[in-house]
């Protein structure tokens, strides 16, 4: 999984098992108490009646009044599931964004809302760097410049920094990593992280656009494509000569180089996923081999692929995606974190992402040249297939680590007979 594209389509495979969403759900509120604010997001400490459905932790609601959205709640629970007819017995969290709420309100889930839309409606927004999904024509990136109502199977167009335009349609909308609503209000707080997928009817890059509703951009706008490109990514890199070969029964890395890259954090208004500045990343240059007699998964090992210690400890642990919270007893975040660390493995890059792209976007010929690469190390390569790519991987770790070998791993389970490992110096 050596690219954004496979990084955030694993990161969209763990939250479908972590964001349930509350369906044909209604509560009343008995309490509603004001308990602190964080990120222009309110948080209450709430009891309340199950009037229909079923109201479970991570369930969602519209703040609805008079065919108007005011705002967005999130049920945060760690009691079992209520369901009609049935109250709560303790206080339970809601955090509430672009509304308020008080005892007696009836709360619905996204699905059971019918806003008022205005006819003929039209909106706009601008992208900010666009990650691939789990097809060549999805997209996800945050957004920003928001006018106008937006909602899910919204029809849009836009023209990216290439001057490349493209229609899509909106197929999810998210806000916060907490809210995520069927329709999208703009009267948020200035700073609410929005951002949204698409579906679109071509390849092109939805990273820096201009998007509007269908027939919203001039047809006079003239196209700016070029072979080449100038980065608004800066950042340095130092080339470190490693040249070592990791290989067990069916697969064959040669490292080349490891490129030291510190971005630059005068940059961060492009991130779309936050960014540890503090750290040092590493990208890995290299050629994978399939030296088996079948299909191999190269992204499983690229995803695994990481510093690690002579008795098998990954560098990993600095960024896992569900590393547990020191003295956490919560049973469900333990056992997240015991599927991250042994099943999953290398879920720090998904953290580490925006980094990989912005290096990507520091290489003039990279669209033309290194990402077809990129593209087949995330497919299934054939017997005795190579593939070179100057940007196979990414690791991440502080300036102060001791680096002292890399490695990898196979199969479902973490054990030491299946770590790859070879000693390096830097």
């Given at each position: 999984?050596?690219?954004?594209?496979?990084?955030?389509?694993?990161?969209?495979?763990?939250?479908?098992?972590?964001?349930?969403?509350?369906?044909?759900?209604?509560?009343?509120?008995?309490?509603?108490?004001?308990?602190?604010?964080?990120?222009?997001?309110?948080?209450?400490?709430?009891?309340?009646?199950?009037?229909?459905?079923?109201?479970?932790?991570?369930?969602?609601?519209?703040?609805?009044?008079?065919?108007?959205?005011?705002?967005?709640?999130?049920?945060?629970?760690?009691?079992?599931?209520?369901?009609?007819?049935?109250?709560?017995?303790?206080?339970?969290?809601?955090?509430?964004?672009?509304?308020?709420?008080?005892?007696?309100?009836?709360?619905?889930?996204?699905?059971?809302?019918?806003?008022?839309?205005?006819?003929?409606?039209?909106?706009?927004?601008?992208?900010?760097?666009?990650?691939?999904?789990?097809?060549?024509?999805?997209?996800?990136?945050?957004?920003?410049?928001?006018?106008?109502?937006?909602?899910?199977?919204?029809?849009?167009?836009?023209?990216?920094?290439?001057?490349?335009?493209?229609?899509?349609?909106?197929?999810?909308?998210?806000?916060?990593?907490?809210?995520?609503?069927?329709?999208?209000?703009?009267?948020?707080?200035?700073?609410?992280?929005?951002?949204?997928?698409?579906?679109?009817?071509?390849?092109?890059?939805?990273?820096?656009?201009?998007?509007?509703?269908?027939?919203?951009?001039?047809?006079?706008?003239?196209?700016?494509?070029?072979?080449?490109?100038?980065?608004?990514?800066?950042?340095?890199?130092?080339?470190?000569?490693?040249?070592?070969?990791?290989?067990?029964?069916?697969?064959?890395?040669?490292?080349?180089?490891?490129?030291?890259?510190?971005?630059?954090?005068?940059?961060?208004?492009?991130?779309?996923?936050?960014?540890?500045?503090?750290?040092?990343?590493?990208?890995?240059?290299?050629?994978?081999?399939?030296?088996?007699?079948?299909?191999?998964?190269?992204?499983?090992?690229?995803?695994?692929?990481?510093?690690?210690?002579?008795?098998?400890?990954s560098a990993d642990e600095f960024l896992r995606l569900f590393k547990n919270e020191k003295g956490t007893t919560n049973e469900v975040k333990q056992q997240a974190d015991l599927v991250d660390k042994m099943v999953f493995g290398g879920t720090s890059k998904i953290k580490s992402a925006g980094v990989l792209v912005k290096y990507q976007e520091m290489i003039p010929d990279y669209d033309q040249k290194h990402k077809p690469l990129v593209e087949k190390l995330s497919k299934t390569m054939a017997p005795k297939q190579q593939i070179h790519s100057v940007v196979a991987t990414i690791l991440s770790v502080p300036p102060t680590y001791k680096i002292e070998g890399l490695g990898t791993w196979k199969g479902t389970f973490f054990s030491k007979k299946n770590l790859i490992f070879v000693p390096v110096k830097i």
């Open positions: 999984m050596a690219t954004s594209k496979t990084y955030l389509s694993l990161l969209f495979f763990l939250l479908s098992f972590t964001f349930l969403f509350a369906q044909n759900t209604k509560i009343q509120l008995t309490k509603a108490t004001k308990a602190g604010q964080q990120n222009g997001i309110i948080i209450y400490q709430v009891q309340f009646k199950v009037l229909s459905g079923e109201a479970k932790n991570r369930s969602e609601f519209t703040l609805f009044e008079n065919g108007i959205i005011k705002g967005y709640a999130y049920l945060e629970s760690y009691s079992d599931p209520l369901t009609a007819g049935q109250v709560t017995k303790f206080d339970e969290v809601l955090y509430v964004l672009g509304g308020t709420i008080s005892a007696g309100q009836t709360l619905s889930s996204h699905d059971l809302v019918k806003p008022t839309l205005p006819v003929n409606r039209t909106f706009s927004f601008t992208t900010g760097t666009a990650f691939i999904g789990n097809t060549p024509t999805a997209f996800s990136t945050n957004i920003t410049d928001i006018k106008g109502l937006i909602k899910v199977g919204d029809a849009v167009e836009y023209q990216n920094f290439k001057g490349e335009r493209s229609k899509a349609k909106i197929t999810s909308i998210d806000i916060e990593q907490k809210f995520h609503p069927t329709v999208l209000i703009d009267d948020l707080p200035k700073d609410a992280f929005v951002g949204i997928t698409i579906e679109s009817e071509s390849k092109a890059d939805f990273s820096n656009a201009k998007v509007t509703a269908l027939g919203g951009i001039s047809s006079s706008a003239t196209a700016t494509a070029s072979n080449t490109k100038t980065s608004q990514i800066t950042g340095k890199t130092q080339t470190i000569p490693v040249n070592v070969v990791l290989k067990n029964d069916e697969i064959k890395i040669t490292v080349h180089n490891l490129i030291k890259f510190n971005p630059d954090p005068s940059n961060s208004q492009y991130d779309v996923i936050k960014i540890d500045y503090s750290l040092d990343y590493y990208i890995v240059d290299a050629t994978v081999e399939n030296i088996s007699s079948h299909e191999i998964d190269p992204g499983e090992y690229l995803l695994r692929f990481n510093f690690y210690s002579p008795d098998g400890k």
